[in-house]
């Protein structure tokens, strides 16, 4: 109740991207009253924890349907999207400001509104006589096609609500996701689910600002839930799906192949992979006969403005602070790279989610970037596997994102140290329980 109290009163103060000083005192608030939520969860009857977890999701989440969205306008970009293809037009082939679509922006005021001085933290000029909530209007979509049958869907079932219906969706996926973690875990750990449902940045991102990368999320877990029974062909394909709806759940896919290297290749190692790159592929064959090469859209100019050229660095942080500057980009591959390799080696084929955690966590410390809902991943994959000191990394990303690129050595640097302390003490643990007995056929993975 004191977690939803502060929810509510983050969302509700007026603090937004452009004024974040009431974030600022409402955030802690939200993050203190979390931690001791979940630790109080665990003296809770086994059998009563799923029905918490599931009430107090619905209370958190419920904070952020409270306001329109407070630091993204990404969501108007998706009902855009959505409009545009109920119309029979591709989302790559024009951006919303060209004058193809003219007509159809003047029949939707609530994303192009006339006659304003265009000065609310979430409005931009666009054409002349026309502001615009949709965010860099002289560019097209970035969005990979999942994402974008995910915008038509929204806007068929409630776009004359406007972007209170992206927020619905988002809370419906942000539920779903809760209820699927209580199903696949096992009772002793079913408190777990909590450190999805109730985390603040949960309610923030996948609710209030309703991000795409929830469905992501979602495809992630359920795709790795089937591999980790043996289901490689359903699981490919669910995590196909995830990687065409954001790209990024595409470093998941180490995760759901671990312990591959550790003995004899096999032909069926490579059923997942393969039928993961097949179904990303076909979900933009429609696209592609629509607008060809035109469905990359924004893409290489985003990762440009994002600073993760080599031409000016803005992201690399961590790395930028113990190798040149010119070598930042390739020490980020080489670390992911070594990541990826370790976790083929020696991680648990019967607990994917561990070694796609440790892949996708790696790899936002190396990149450090400045938007906290790409996080969103590593949350749904630490409440399957538990490991909570990773949820610093996506809150570091959210200090750096209300408060700018000064914030980033000192938030990632902390989100590191949580993490190397984390892993020290569950180290320690395990040396006390005594040596883990070998599974026959894999090595054993070399202390951390």
């Known amino acids: 109740m ?21 974030l600022d005192h409402w955030h802690p608030i939200a993050l203190g009253s979390f931690a001791i939520a979940v630790v109080a969860l665990k003296f809770v009857r086994p059998v009563l924890v799923p029905f918490l977890v599931l009430a107090g999701t619905v209370a958190v989440l419920a904070t952020g349907l409270l306001e329109p969205p407070r630091t993204s306008d990404d969501s108007y970009r998706y009902l855009w999207d959505g409009r545009v293809q109920a119309e029979g037009i591709s989302p790559y082939a024009h951006p919303p400001d060209a004058p193809e679509l003219a007509g159809l922006r003047a029949r939707a005021p609530e994303l192009f509104p006339v006659g304003t001085d265009c000065k609310g933290w979430d409005l931009r000029k666009a054409k002349p006589g026309f502001c615009s909530h949709v965010n860099r209007p002289a560019v097209p979509t970035i969005y990979p096609p999942v994402a974008e049958g995910y915008f038509a869907a929204l806007y068929g079932l409630g776009g ?19 209820a699927l973690l209580l199903w ?62 954001k790209l990024i759940p595409a470093l998941a896919v180490p995760g ?36 060809g090469s035109g469905v990359l859209g924004y893409l290489p100019g985003y990762l ?39 976790v083929l080696r020696y991680g648990d084929p019967l607990r994917p989610w561990s070694g796609a955690l440790l892949v996708f966590g790696v790899a936002l410390l190396a990149l450090t970037p400045g938007y906290p809902w790409y996080g969103l991943l590593l949350v749904g994959l630490v409440a399957l596997d538990g490991r909570w000191e990773w949820l610093g990394v996506p809150m570091a990303a959210q200090v750096v994102y209300l408060h700018g690129l000064e914030a980033q050595d000192t938030a990632y640097g902390l989100a590191l140290a949580a993490v ?8 320690v643990a395990l040396r006390r329980r005594g040596p883990r007995t070998a599974v026959p056929g894999r090595p054993t993975a070399p202390a951390p």
Request: net charge positive; proline share 4%.
């Open 184 to 245: 696949l875990l096992p009772l002793e750990r079913r408190w777990q689910a909590a450190l999805w449902g109730w985390f603040p940045g949960v309610a923030v991102w996948a609710v209030n600002d309703a991000h795409v990368d929830t469905l992501g999320v979602l495809l992630v877990v359920g795709g790795l839930a089937l591999a980790a029974k043996g289901r490689l062909a359903g699981g490919g394909a669910l995590l196909g799906a995830a990687i065409a709806t």
């Open 304 to 342: 440009k403005e994002e600073g993760y050229d080599s031409e000016e660095l803005k992201r690399f942080a961590l790395l930028r602070l113990v190798v040149p500057e010119d070598l930042a980009v390739i020490a980020a591959g080489a670390a992911v790279l070594a990541v990826i390799l370790y």
């Open 160 to 178: 004359k609500y406007g972007v209170r219906a992206a927020q619905v969706g988002g809370a419906v996926l942000a539920l779903s996701l809760c």
């Open 256 to 291: 759901a192949m671990a312990g591959v290297l550790s003995r004899r290749p096999r032909l069926k190692d490579l059923v997942l992979p393969v039928t993961a790159v097949v179904v990303a592929a076909l979900t933009y064959v429609p696209y592609v006969l629509a607008s």
């Open 2 to 22: 004191a977690l939803s109290w502060a929810m509510a009163g983050a969302f509700t103060s007026g603090g937004t991207l452009r004024d974040a000083a009431p």
């Open 420 to 427: 190397v302390a984390g892993q020290a003490v569950r180290t």
